[in-house]
């Protein structure tokens, strides 16, 4: 089965951000189920940390959605214009959990 790209998330200026930059998104979603992950699958948005690490546990690869984003800006629904603002991008990161000695 060919390698799929996954946006996670349920705000409409990130959907619409996404669009501007042209990603390939195979499928969006409100919510994340890692069951539907394969290993090289490529998950995008701002996940809890212990659920990237379970899509890093799969084989998939997580790509961050980050902002630099100002206190005062905290807790908006944030359009398109306000994430290019705030300097969006995607950040590949590996999560491992730190297993108890």
Known sequence: MPE???FVTRHPGAVEWAERQG???DESLAHLDPS?????????GTLP???AATVCEQGARYFHLSLD???EAR???LNADDLEACGARLEEFRVVP???Q
């Open 4 to 6: 799929r790209t996954y």
């Open 23 to 25: 990603l390939a998104v």
């Open 36 to 44: 539907i992950l394969a290993p090289g699958d490529r998950v995008l």
């Open 49 to 51: 940390v212990h659920l």
């Open 69 to 71: 984003m100002p206190p």
């Open 75 to 77: 807790g908006k629904e």
């Open 98 to 100: 730190v297993k108890p």
